[in-house]
């Protein structure tokens, strides 16, 4: 049940080809233009070619794979298909829920909230001892799934392979629940706080380095980009924010030094340890790979270092990389101005820098960065098609009307 995302997503694809076979205005499949499309696409080409080729080319090479494949030329591994199906349906998931238009943050909620909510009745089993159908989650057989520390010592990874896969999900869970929280008003917004608090539970218990290390750095960045805001829309405040605002800074100044401790002592720990020392030759060797093999990469399931960026460039090379994050930086970017898509933002964010700690997969078994990604892109879609009626029902004298309503669209 590991890949159950992929396996809906062949589902979704074949009925999106059926339904656009037997539907004869099929107009509103063709615009407007996904954002990013051109290049995941041709991400995909690329990564389908690079596959093939890199065997003939690179005949003999060691790869960076739990079991040193050797690359032969002319023969493609399962890894390899498999990646490159997964790919294909990741790609296929964004076109689709970016052309729905009921697409919304909403569906991520859903996802992390069930992740999490399974997660944490497997930790009532493990210590109430309630039933909980283990084997349904832990029947990857090609996963090994890791229940204790290096000196024997028992640790919580809720229904993922591993305590880190669960703490980069609890902070990506955590990131979509404040942010969605800060969108509703009134009871609405217990939900999503519930999420984000049941998440930092489950982050805890899970004693993941990942989770202090990526949440640091995500507690950075959102200080950095509201700084930045603040500082760009020169808003006038009032007396009682300003006292607010005074005390949160006081408050962050005070934490600054305990939470620092903990960060540095979490990475001085994590640095001592075996997993450390296996995690870091992996990924120089990702990297030795990638200068082999001229920097155009072993292809895709040929390599999987310890980060998602050592796995992406050995994988991938120059061009792959390029390509991705060309693509994603244009679908975040589209929909930057969107008020809508902050939760998915956010989520992105977040789902990135975790990758890039402590993530290998480029298409992981939850298929989040597929569907953050459809997400984003259906915001901006669903604001150009506002755009688009209001032009089309707007009289010729209404036009200036039509370019504010465009505009308070997107905000």
Not at 51 to 78: E, K, N
Not at 342 to 369: E, F, Q
Request: charged share 10%; aromatic share 8%; net charge positive.
């Amino acid at each position: 049940m590991i890949y159950t995302f992929y396996a809906v997503a062949c589902c979704a694809v074949i009925d999106t080809v059926l339904r656009s076979m037997f539907r004869r205005d099929i107009e509103d499949l063709r615009s407007p233009e996904i954002p990013g499309t051109t290049l995941l696409i041709t991400f995909i080409i690329w990564c389908v070619g690079l596959a093939v080729l890199a065997p003939a080319l690179f005949d003999g090479l060691v790869t960076v794979t739990p079991d040193h494949h050797i690359l032969q030329a002319g023969r493609l591994t399962s890894s390899n298909i498999a990646q490159l199906t997964y790919l294909i349906l990741g790609v296929a998931v964004v076109i689709i829920l970016a052309r729905d238009p009921r697409t919304g943050p909403r569906i991520l909620g859903i996802s992390l909230s069930l992740a999490m909510a399974l997660s944490m009745w497997r930790y009532l089993a493990t210590e109430l001892h309630v039933w909980f159908p283990a084997g349904v989650f832990d029947n990857a057989p090609t996963l090994t799934y890791i229940e204790t520390a290096p000196g024997g010592a028992p640790r919580f990874r809720g229904i993922f392979s591993e305590p880190s896969a669960l703490a980069g999900s609890a902070l990506v869970a955590i990131a979509y629940g404040l942010a969605r929280a800060g969108q509703l008003r009134g009871v609405r917004r217990f939900p999503p706080l519930i999420l984000a608090g049941v998440a930092a539970f489950l982050g805890a218990v899970s004693t993941s380095t990942t989770f202090i290390i990526a949440g640091a750095v995500v507690a950075v960045i959102l200080l950095a980009l509201s700084a930045f805001e603040f500082a760009v829309a020169r808003a006038r405040v009032g007396l009682g924010t300003a006292i607010v605002g005074c005390l949160v800074v006081l408050a962050l100044t005070w934490l600054a030094a305990p939470a620092a401790r903990t960060v540095l002592s979490a990475f001085n720990g994590k640095v001592s340890t075996a997993s450390f020392s296996e995690r870091t030759d992996a990924n120089v060797a990702s990297y030795n790979v990638f200068g082999e093999t001229w920097g155009l990469g072993v292809g895709l399931g040929s390599g999987r270092a310890s980060s998602f960026i050592a796995t992406l460039v050995s994988t991938t090379g120059i061009v792959g990389t390029a390509l991705f994050v060309a693509a994603i930086a244009l679908i975040a970017y589209s929909s930057l101005s969107i008020r809508q898509a902050r939760p998915a933002l956010w989520v992105l964010i977040t789902l990135l820098v975790t990758k890039a700690v402590a993530g290998p997969d480029l298409s992981d078994p939850t298929g989040l960065l597929w569907m953050t990604l459809g997400v984003l892109a259906a915001a901006k879609i669903q604001q150009d098609r506002a755009a688009h009626k209001l032009q089309h029902a707007a009289k010729p004298g209404d036009l200036p009307q039509v370019a504010h309503s465009a505009h308070r669209v997107a905000a």
